[in-house]
């Protein structure tokens, strides 16, 4: 299986800050990579996929990017909504894996 | 609008089975292929299989190979997953997500779904 590791696992940040989270897999995955924003109880939602593209209805103040085995995805200007764990998953080669999760504290 | 909206909470014994739906609106449901994921009580994520848009293929995660069963309704929208012999580590939230092919990230979740094993 391919393995997802996530730096930091946890950041703390100020209103306006870009913060940057990277994800990296252990064997190239092309750009099969995805973006997910977790908030406390709630089910997860998809920011980016195809590494770097915007799902629908997701604010450009999200970006990602990298391919291979290196990836970032970078927040510029927090805003306290923006707080929760961001998970990062392959989906280049079955059984999908994901990162163990960046938790971002405002 | 669409919306994936899945069953309420479960609580069973160990060694027992639970099945839990998924049910879809709003998009062409039969197009999509569709996804279990779990997430044990403040743990990560942990995606478990994937079953087609007819109900024909399925690909389930080598852990849990020969306890879980996805199934497809196309005349409901709906979706299930069983997963059978429960042990107390299973207790999580399951979550369903659809993709629109089959090498495809996750579009939409539905909200979640907690199945607690407990004596």
């Known amino acids: 299986d391919i393995q997802m590791t996530q730096s930091p696992s946890s950041l703390s940040a100020s209103v306006g800050d870009r913060i940057t989270i990277t994800c990296r897999a252990s064997q190239g995955i092309t750009n099969y990579l995805a973006w997910f924003q977790q908030k406390p109880g709630k089910a997860p939602k998809s920011l980016i996929y195809g590494a770097s593209r915007l799902q629908s209805g997701v604010p450009s103040k999200f970006s990602g990017s990298g391919s291979g085995t290196d990836f970032t995805l970078t927040i510029s200007s927090l805003q306290p909504e923006d707080f929760g764990t961001y998970y990062c998953q392959q989906y280049n080669t079955y059984p999908f894996t994901f990162g163990p999760g960046t938790k971002v504290d405002i | 609008q669409v919306q994936l909206v899945q069953s309420g909470a479960e609580v069973k014994k160990p060694g027992a089975s639970v099945k839990v739906s998924c049910k879809a609106s709003g998009y062409t449901f039969s197009s999509y292929y569709m996804h279990w994921v779990r997430q044990a009580p403040g743990q990560g994520l942990e995606w478990m299989g994937i079953?087609?848009?007819?109900?024909?293929?399925?690909n389930y995660a080598q852990k849990f190979q020969g306890r879980v069963s996805m199934t497809r309704d196309t005349s409901t929208n709906t979706i299930y997953m069983e997963l059978s012999s429960l042990r107390f580590e299973d207790t999580a939230m399951y979550y369903c997500?659809?993709?629109?092919?089959?090498?495809?990230?996750?579009?939409?979740w539905g909200q979640g779904t907690l199945v607690a094993v407990s004596t």
């Open positions: 079953i087609n848009p007819s109900g024909s293929f399925t």
């Open positions: 997500a659809s993709a629109d092919t089959v090498m495809a990230s996750f579009d939409y």
